[in-house]
T-cell receptor, first 115, second 114 residues
Framework: GAGVSQSPSNKVTEKGKDVELRCDPISGHTALYWYRQSLGQGLEFLIY????????KSGLPSDRFSAERTGGSVSTLTIQRTQQEDSAVYLC?????????????FGSGTRLTVV | GNSVTQMEGPVTLSEEAFLTINCTYTATGYPSLFWYVQYPGEGLQLLLKATKADDKGSNKGFEATYRKETTSFHLEKGSVQVSDSAVYFC?????????????FGSGTQLTVLP
């Protein structure tokens, strides 16, 4: 597609429920990233996928968070047993390999509210 | 480790004023440097970039020069407009080994008044 597409744009969920957030990257971009933007916390790296390599999961805050990327394209970020502190905007980005020259292209994000 | 320190906001300016948002970084190796902008209700957009020392990135009247000697990448614009009101993020990227993620500063909220 023309840009990075994320869905849903907004999600309200009850504490303890599981949620799935979807990211559709730009066609041909081999790298995909998830970030979390919390109020007053800036942008926090979560996970990075590059082609068929094992993902870099070093930013995931707990084992309740997981992500997968199927067929080198669409990615799903799953949060199990959501907590109120999970409330944030979850941003997905994609890039050509590395991203050093062209930077990343970000989606508009999914605003997650845990009540 | 790698880190980015940005001038704290919020910053409020009148239209046509001069803008500087300071950004300094700490990095092992040779980072690429970026400024991203987030307009209200939208995702982050790449504003400009520089990939090596002394490079100047520019876009939409904004400029930033990669200064290795001062480890800085300050954002400047000579005459801001109301439409420039947004949050600005400085970021660096080190491509080494398996590490590829952008490291962001905390963001600076800019409001331009008519």
């Amino acid at each position: 597609g023309a840009g990075v597409s994320q869905s849903p744009s907004n999600k309200v969920t009850e504490k303890g429920k599981d949620v799935e957030l979807r990211c559709d990257p730009i066609s041909g971009h081999t790298a995909l990233y998830w970030y979390r933007q919390s109020l007053g916390q800036g942008l926090e790296f979560l996970i990075y996928f590059q082609g068929n390599s094992a993902p870099d999961k070093s930013g995931l805050p707990s084992d309740r968070f997981s992500a997968e990327r199927t067929g080198g394209s669409v990615s799903t970020l799953t949060i199990q047993r959501t907590q109120q502190e999970d409330s944030a905007v979850y941003l997905c980005a994609s890039s050509l390999a590395g991203g050093a020259v062209y930077g990343y292209t970000f989606g508009s994000g999914t605003r997650l509210t845990v009540v | 480790g790698n880190s980015v320190t940005q001038m704290e906001g919020p910053v409020t300016l009148s239209e046509e004023a001069f803008l500087t948002i300071n950004c300094t970084y700490t990095a092992t190796g040779y980072p690429s440097l970026f400024w991203y902008v987030q307009y209200p209700g939208e995702g982050l957009q790449l504003l400009l970039k520089a990939t090596k020392a002394d490079d100047k990135g520019s876009n939409k009247g904004f400029e930033a020069t990669y200064r290795k000697e001062t480890t800085s990448f300050h954002l400047e614009k000579g005459s801001v407009q109301v439409s420039d009101s947004a949050v600005y993020f400085c970021a660096l990227l080190i491509s080494s080994g398996s590490a590829r993620q952008l490291t962001f500063g905390s963001g600076t909220q800019l409001t331009v008044l008519p």
